[in-house]
């Protein structure tokens, strides 16, 4: 241990490192604190004023460019509570028309940290949001009459459409756990609350600003501190362009008033949605300015709950759409080929067991078993997967490879749409299974997954992407209701193609099978004659109630533009609802408009109504 | 309390170094002022003690700190060298599954929930790294100058750093790096730790400035310019403190070639400048890169010629200074992406960022400022209740006592934190045993970085990085942190001449 006395000597560097530092920082204090004459004017605590500028908020067009929401100046009272004491209670209630009970009440809720968790009487609290430009310039009028009340301008939502509520969805005040997760809010912020509003509200909302000023003893405003170098100016938020075509969702809408359920079309090539009905609905623009709170009380009381967005939240069985996805698996397993036949006589009767089934000819190769909707050849089909022995060592490696496939075409998981809420629907796997049946099933106890009953539930954006899926030939692009962010590039989920495990020859057979449905099966009702339409009808038993109505198809054959699901709740057989609201939506889009007689239809669907409107 | 422990244990009481107790006191007092100052309002009146609120929250903290002090003052000194691998194995990990329980707070995973309380491993994981440090450099023949050995030490260091920074908590992180001052105090060489710190004021100096105009001059840079010169400063201080000729005759005549050395130095890069400035404004930073790409050919030169190693391994310093310096300034700007770039420089509190840490700073200013001299008294100030920077209370709270205690409190607090660290440092070298002192070392080494960096960002003198202020910042788990750190310390310090009684 010689070294140790040379080492020792080491304490000095560091000693002497901790005396420099700490010298140096005394000196900067100094010339901080009693030096620097650009601090010195801030000596006088009330000298400043702080202004938040608020940037103003990215607008929403449509696919074509129309625009959808934008923005109206509005005004929101601000106080400093350490500058209003002694303000003429009454004669500020008067201007604002409020009463004086609501004004303590207010107050009280202002000081109340834990309602106002960023609360401090030095600056700007929120006394009352969104005045009208009328009653901002009876205020403003009398405002040098109440010291510590301040004027801050705002923007709120205007929207030209009555339609989507859903997907835009509305902005709001902030609660508290926004004020604690996000540094950027502060009490009285406003913030995305549904649809795109919320799901891009940090691209929407922009950078705010704030402005330093200088106040005299009196607190008039003098100017800004240092000529505004220290003041940042707000960054406008980025502009949206939905993927959303608004005559197509006006149309939607229309077509389902008094209806349960939903409508969704997707673009097949890009994955953009072209409309997403969630019926019933509501008129976006009541959610705007101080009458949200009440709306929003109204529509979450209403039994039919129309805030509920059914088009990602509605999990429901898909019923014989369903049967064109078992059709690519089966092909794609090597148990069936597109000439394999099975008998059906009224239905699939095995062991005991009956999946009742409709009159048509009997045995069906898949062409015809896919348009005229049969049950019993999609029974078979399972049935032999699952009791195939020489590929799946057990019936629960049958049912994984099942799920596997099942999977790849977007179900079971949540798809990704850039909207918030959306439910991931239900697949069962061989684990639930083994637990329900606690181990003892085969393909019989599970027969009904083949014809989407059972344990199946897809939400009507995944049916929709199952048409769009078909439509490709074998991959999907995630759906997105948004096209475009302003000057920043589309998020890679919504660009990037998802290929399912069943090779693109196979839906040769399943295309051929849901033209023939459109031609001469199930879903004539939705022929054309300027385009080649694709379908598949479901009815979906309900145990509950009257069955539902399901149409799940594309057009054109080739190059398809659009893919549609329409699901209406209680609506019996799929041709009595869906079909037809497809044919028209199709219509629309792809011609742009409805003929004159498509018009005649529209209006009669538009009067159907299922349930009663108050 | 501790009147209790009277009682018990008279003899250990009387070799507890007071000093430090009380400077810890006084500390924590302060401590609680600024709290108040920075969360206090006149309109909530009488809850400066109510639990709800911050100020009243934090004597819950401090209670329970002096608490745990006690607890730790009546244990048995040979506990923490016996437990110290297990509770250093404990915190890495804790430290590895921290990001996985953790709930996000504000993009950190470093916050672990325990009923309505978050506590912050990175913050108490210090005191288990300083104890396993302590006690593997206390192994009879462990010596930090051997390579394997120092490796040993710097992994001990480096591998909960690691963990830190996956949990997004750079910051806490960085603390870690104040340890290779304790691996410098037990012998690794000198050099090293000039280099590493060399690095980052080039780093950091090279690309702060980089954009700002050398006197006025468009076409230099001041950052580049300063790092040059800094190498040359560098450079010369090595020679005059390695290259010692051992003849006396040799040593006259090498201090007159030395005093040439820097003169001519001196004078070329004066002459680059005034021409740049007066002549013709061109980049004259390159004469002084040039001078010292001579400066490395005449230190191989000199290393031929007297055939020391030293002026080799200088010029490879010098050599690899330039490299450095370039290659850093490269990748940033021509290999990274622009967004990668910007996260550097607002990681490293460089980005003049005034929505940010830029604004923060700004503010800091602003407070501190309006202190004056003496403040505006407890509870007056009123810039630091603004909360126009969220870290008001935790980061940033040296604004509040510049702003309410003025300049008269800043440097009563900068004074007991260098009291208290030069006190462990004496505490530390009185040590019978390796372990004591190199757990002593870590110790003030951890306080000197935090009160360096934390107090440096709010003057706006060193990068902002959220570290807290030792007993000042809100929040327990900082506190109870330095209390365990300290008083552990204190504890061993106690048992110092056990061995004589």
Excluded at chain 1, 4 to 20: F, M, P, Q, S, W
Excluded at chain 1, 65 to 94: F, S
Excluded at chain 1, 150 to 161: D, H, L, M
Excluded at chain 2, 384 to 398: A, N, S
Aim: proline share 4%; charged share 20%; net charge positive.
């Amino acid at each position: 241990m010689e070294g140790n006395y040379e080492l020792e000597k080491r304490k000095y560097v560091i000693g002497g490192t901790a005396v420099v530092i700490i010298i140096v920082y005394l000196i900067r204090l100094f010339t901080l604190q009693l030096l620097s004459e650009d601090f010195k004017i801030s000596a006088d605590s009330n000298a400043f004023l702080k202004r938040i500028q608020y940037p103003a908020r990215g607008a929403i067009s449509d696919r074509n460019g129309k625009l959808l929401v934008y923005n109206q100046p509005a005004y929101d009272v601000m106080v400093i509570m350490k500058e209003q004491q002694g303000v003429d209670t009454l004669d500020l209630c008067e201007s604002l028309d409020i009463t004086r009970d609501w004004y303590e009440r207010r107050m009280e809720e202002i000081k109340d940290y834990r309602r106002n968790p960023g609360y401090s009487p030095y600056t700007q609290q929120l006394f009352m949001s969104q005045l009208s430009t009328e009653e901002f310039s009876r205020f403003q009028e009398k405002l040098f009459r109440f010291p510590g009340f301040y004027i801050q301008k705002r923007s709120i939502r205007q929207y030209n459409y009555p339609n989507a509520a859903h997907l835009l969805g509305d902005v709001g005040e902030v609660g508290p756990k926004d004020i604690e997760e996000d540094n950027y809010y502060r009490s009285g912020d406003y913030i995305g609350k549904l649809g795109v509003e919320r799901s891009y509200e940090t691209m929407l909302r922009g950078e705010k600003g704030m402005e330093s000023l200088l106040r005299d003893v009196r607190g008039r405003i003098k100017g800004r501190y240092q000529d505004g170098k220290f003041d940042v100016a707000p960054i406008p938020g980025r502009n949206l362009t939905m993927s959303i075509d608004i005559e197509l969702q006006a149309l939607g809408e229309r077509l389902m008033k008094g209806k349960l359920g939903s409508i969704v079309a997707i673009e097949p090539s890009t994955g953009e949605v072209l409309c997403m009905v969630s019926s019933p609905t509501y008129d976006p623009r009541i959610m705007t300015g101080r009458q949200r709170g009440k709306s929003q009380k109204m529509l979450a009381d209403d039994p039919h709950k129309p805030l509920l967005n059914r088009g990602i939240m509605g999990q429901y069985p898909p019923g014989s759409t369903f049967k064109t996805s078992q059709a690519l698996t089966f092909l794609q397993e090597g148990i069936i080929t597109p000439a394999s036949a099975y008998p059906c006589s009224h239905g699939f009767h095995f062991k005991g067991l009956k999946v009742g089934c409709h009159a048509h000819g009997s045995p069906l190769p898949l062409v015809p078993a896919i348009a005229t909707s049969c049950n019993g050849y999609f029974c078979w089909g399972l049935y032999y997967m699952f009791g195939n022995r020489q590929k799946y060592k057990t019936v629960g490696d049958a049912m994984t490879r099942w799920k596997d496939h099942m999977v790849s075409m977007g179900f079971g998981y949540k798809l990704g749409i850039d909207l918030p809420g959306e439910k991931r629907g239900m697949i069962p796997n061989a684990p639930f299974y083994d637990k329900v049946y606690r181990n003892r099933w085969s393909g019989l106890t599970v027969i009904s997954i083949s014809i989407g009953q059972g344990e199946v539930n897809l939400t009507p954006l995944q049916i929709a992407n199952l048409g769009a899926t078909i439509a490709n030939r074998g991959y999907y692009i995630v759906p997105h209701v948004v096209k475009e962010v302003q000057g920043m590039p589309l998020d890679t989920l919504y660009i990037r193609k998802h290929h399912t495990m069943v090779q693109p020859k196979h839906y040769d057979a399943v295309i051929e099978g849901m033209r023939q449905a459109v031609l001469g099966g199930t879903c004539r009702a939705a022929n054309s004659s300027s385009y080649e339409v694709c379908g598949k009808t479901g009815t979906a038993q309900n145990p509950h109630g009257q069955d539902h109505s399901v149409f799940m198809g594309f057009a054109p054959r080739e190059n398809p533009k659009i893919a549609i699901c329409v699901y209406v709740e209680n609506g019996s057989w799929g041709a009595t609802y869906g079909v037809p609201i497809g044919a028209l939506m199709m219509e629309q889009y792809i011609n742009g408009r409805l003929s004159e007689e498509s018009e005649v239809t529209a209006s009669e669907f538009e009067d159907r109504h299922l349930y009663k409107i108050n | 309390m501790n009147a209790k422990n009277k009682k018990k244990a008279p003899s250990l009481l009387g070799s507890l170094d007071w000093l430090t107790i009380f400077i810890y006191l006084v500390l924590l007092a302060l401590g609680w002022m600024s709290v108040c100052g920075a969360s206090y309002d006149y309109d909530q009146a009488g809850n400066i003690l109510d639990f709800s609120s911050r100020s009243g929250m934090q004597i819950v903290w401090i209670g329970t700190s002096l608490l745990l002090a006690l607890l730790i003052t009546m244990l048995d000194d040979r506990i923490f060298e016996s437990l110290s691998y297990i509770i250093y194995l404990g915190f890495l990990a804790l430290l590895l599954a921290t990001p996985f329980l953790a709930h996000d707070i504000k993009g950190s995973l470093s916050w672990i929930k325990i009923g309505s309380f978050s506590i912050q491993p990175a913050e108490f994981a210090k005191f288990g790294v300083a104890l396993c440090l302590a006690k593997v450099m206390s192994i009879y023949g462990f010596d930090v100058r051997n390579w394997r050995d120092l490796i040993i030490g710097i992994a001990l260091i480096v591998l909960p750093m690691g963990l830190i920074v996956m949990q997004k908590e750079t910051g806490s992180a960085l603390v870690y790096s104040a340890l290779f001052l304790v691996l410098y105090r037990e012998g690794m060489p000198g050099c090293i730790l000039f280099t590493a710190i060399s690095a980052v004021v080039y780093f950091v100096v090279g690309v702060r400035f980089a954009d700002e105009p050398l006197w006025g001059i468009e076409q230099m840079s001041f950052g580049h310019g300063l790092v040059m010169l800094l190498i040359q400063i560098f450079t010369v201080g090595l020679m005059l403190t390695y290259t010692k000729s051992s003849s006396k005759g040799d040593s006259r005549k090498g201090s007159s070639s030395r005093r040439k050395l820097i003169g001519t130095l001196l004078t070329v890069d004066a002459a680059a400048m005034l021409f740049a400035k007066y002549v013709y404004p061109c980049d004259a930073v390159w004469v002084m890169v040039v001078a010292n790409g001579l400066l490395v050919l005449y230190l191989l030169y000199l290393s031929l010629r007297e055939r020391m190693m030293s002026y080799l391994l200088i010029a490879l310093f010098t050599l690899g200074s330039i490299g450095f310096f370039y290659s850093t300034h490269f990748v940033l700007n021509n290999v990274l992406e622009p967004h990668q770039q910007t996260r550097i420089r607002v990681l490293l509190g460089l980005e003049d960022d005034p929505r940010g840490a830029g604004y923060n700073v700004i503010q800091a200013k602003i407070a501190i400022g309006s202190g004056g001299l003496k403040g505006k008294g407890f509870l007056n100030g009123t810039q630091t209740k603004l909360k126009y920077v969220p870290e008001q209370d935790t980061d940033f709270i040296f604004c509040t006592v510049g702003e309410e205690e003025g300049f008269i409190g800043c440097a009563v607090v900068l004074l007991l934190f260098l009291t208290l660290i030069l006190r462990l440092l004496h505490l530390a070298e009185r040590q019978p045993y390796t372990f004591g002192r190199v757990y002593g070392y870590c110790v003030l080494s951890i306080f000197l970085f935090h009160v360096f960096i934390n107090v440096g960002m709010v003057l706006g003198l060193t990068p902002v990085i959220g570290i807290p202020l030792p007993f000042f910042s809100y929040g327990g788990s900082s506190l109870w942190g330095f209390t365990i750190l300290l008083f552990t310390f204190l504890r061993i310090d106690a048992g110092r001449d056990r061995m004589q009684r």
